[in-house]
């Protein structure tokens, strides 16, 4: 093939390797390809293949060309380099633009798929993002988004539900419950600030509200698992908020793999003399569990129990902090506008994506402060009690067990202000 013939067909740098390898001064261009430039040898063995990736490398500098071009709006129809200003990318899409980029570059080739049959959208990938982030970062309304960023209301909509099929069904993984060899990480990193060992989590049940499109109001529970830096390691969501926290977490597949004993099964440390299990941490709306720690009822002051109170509550706000950060998120922050199915799939979405943000060390989207949690709706607690005591006494056993240890540990930090650090950390809880 006639080098003018390459010019139209190849891609610049594949036009490069081409020039390098039939350079006129080259007199042995079959060794070259085949030694130096092995990867260009493949390459030229095809020209099909050769002329087509040319094709989509030319048709996606286009779309990127397109999305160069000024507009009437700074950040109207993600003219992602036009604004230089941070908290404009923090404000539109809840990430710093260098996290919007590497995003957009995982995400690409799975967003340009899938189109409306017969009705290809013909938007770059950035385009697709920008406006399914704009939906979940910010709630706007899918009027409101057309406007902003020039397309239709329906292609607004396609693009924000792409975008929740997409995480939630390509990059689940990135919450993922721990393996046991992990659980030691998690485990260490509780008890160095609180002293309390073997907790592998914080266990947290929150309500968003949802608006159908026959006008019902109703209210989606979720359930999430955290570590201490509010990663999230587990989340269910999708139970009708009337129901108890103790409801949904029996509702769980989590509840039954450990009651099973395929979860938090590792053998037992002993804490003063009491085998303690691997267990998760969790509020007044659970029950006492061998597994599941809850704080004393009326703590007499400066005693045990109120040093594992403390303790408590300090392991806990990685929780509060974590549901703080998703209602962080626009959508997620007012009542959801869609069916059920559709308010899930932005629970899952947002989910995904503070673990995705953490990751990155992009904090954007995390919680500077719980100011705004509601403290009076953090749990709803079941009219149901156990009926097997045994099971009480053995985790009231193992709970004061770690209380003694807990008064233990934060004596030995501050041996004559323990109380009024107990105070503190309640008065600031």
């Known amino acids: 093939m006639e080098p003018s013939a390459l010019v139209t067909l190849l891609s610049s740098i594949s036009q490069l390797i081409l020039l390098l390898v039939l350079s006129p001064n080259s007199t042995d261009s079959s060794d070259s390809c085949s030694n130096v430039f092995p990867a260009a040898h493949h390459f030229l063995a095809s020209q099909e293949i050769a002329a087509t990736l ?115 069904t390509n990059y689940r993984f990135w919450i993922e419950f721990p393996n046991p060899d992990e659980f030691e990480s998690v485990s260490a990193a509780f008890e160095t600030h609180t002293g309390l060992p073997n907790c592998c989590g914080v266990i947290h049940c929150t309500r968003f509200k949802i608006v159908t499109n026959n006008g019902l109001h109703e209210t989606i529970a979720a359930q999430i698992m955290v570590d201490s830096s ?56 659970y029950p006492l569990l061998p597994w599941l720690m809850v704080p004393f009822v009326d703590a007499m002051p400066a005693s045990n129990e109120e040093q594992f109170n403390a303790a408590h509550t300090r392991m806990r706000l990685s929780g509060i902090r974590a549901i703080v950060s998703l209602r962080n998120w626009g959508v997620l922050s007012k009542p959801i506008r869609e069916e059920m199915k559709m308010a899930v799939a932005y629970i899952g979405a947002c989910s995904i994506l503070h673990n995705g943000l953490m990751m990155r060390e992009d904090y954007s989207a995390m919680s500077g402060g719980l100011d705004d949690y509601d403290q009076s709706s953090q749990y709803y607690r079941d009219d149901t009690s156990l009926e097997e005591n045994s099971i009480q006494n053995k985790a009231s056993v193992i709970r004061s067990a770690l209380a003694t240890t807990a008064k233990q540990f934060q004596d030995s930090i501050f041996p004559t202000h323990s109380s009024s650090l107990v105070s503190l950390v309640k008065g600031g809880s």
């Open 54 to 168: 040319s094709l989509l490398s030319l048709s996606r500098k286009r779309k990127r060309a397109r999305l160069s071009e000024p507009t009437d709006h700074e950040l109207g129809r993600v003219q992602l380099g036009l604004s230089r200003n941070p908290d404009s990318f923090k404000n539109c899409f809840r990430m710093t633009s260098s996290t919007f980029e590497w995003l957009c570059a995982l995400l690409e080739p799975l967003l340009e798929c899938r189109d409306p049959v017969g009705s290809p959208l013909n938007l770059s990938a950035e385009l697709r993002l920008g406006i399914g982030l704009h939906r979940l970062a910010t709630g706007a309304n899918y009027p409101e988004i057309s406007k902003q960023f020039g397309v239709s209301e329906s292609v607004a909509r396609f693009c924000s539900k792409q975008l929740c099929r997409v995480l939630c």
């Open 230 to 285: 509010s990663r999230i390691l587990s989340i269910v969501a999708g139970f009708r908020g009337n129901k108890g926290d103790f409801r949904v977490l029996k509702s769980s597949t989590l509840y039954t793999d450990i009651e099973q004993g395929k979860l938090l099964n590792l053998a037992p440390v002993n804490v003063n003399g009491v085998p303690v299990n691997q267990y998760l941490i969790g509020d007044e709306g």
